[in-house]
């Protein structure tokens, strides 16, 4: 099974921007569906981006469209996750996985692999 290690979390002012990164211990980013989920402690995963395996073919949550990008490195094997115009609202530890459906799903059952989650903090 693949490992998954997120990092670039952080703490960030209202409006500010993080870039998160997913770096996977093999080359299997590119066979299979890669998802970026987040949790605040007490409360449901939720999900945040996907990307299809082909990475043709992207999903948003409706809280992020518009300021979350999701993208892949196939030659550094590395995930990320583009946060801009953050809010306090998207304070949580975020994770990202993969899953073997053919399409982006946003459901996190969907996903067999995680990362130990990065911590991002919005102060207002």
């Known amino acids: 099974q693949v490992q998954l290690a997120e990092s670039g979390g952080g703490v960030v002012q209202a409006g500010g921007s993080l870039r998160l990164s997913c770096a996977a211990s093999?080359?299997?980013?590119?066979?299979?569906?890669k998802g970026w989920f987040r949790q605040v402690t007490g409360t449901e995963r939720e999900f945040v981006a996907a990307?299809?395996?082909?990475?043709?073919?992207?999903v948003y949550a409706d809280s992020v469209k518009g300021r979350f990008t999701i993208s892949i490195d196939n030659a550094k094997n590395t995930m990320y996750l583009q946060m801009n115009s953050l809010e306090p609202a998207d304070t949580a530890v975020y994770y990202c996985?993969?899953?073997?459906?053919?399409?982006?799903?946003?459901?996190?059952?969907?996903?067999?692999?995680w990362g130990q989650g990065t911590q991002v903090t919005v102060s207002s």
């Open positions: 996985a993969t899953g073997r459906t053919v399409y982006a799903s946003t459901y996190g059952g969907d996903y067999d692999s």
């Open positions: 990307m299809r395996w082909n990475s043709h073919g992207t």
């Open positions: 093999d080359r299997t980013f590119s066979t299979v569906t």
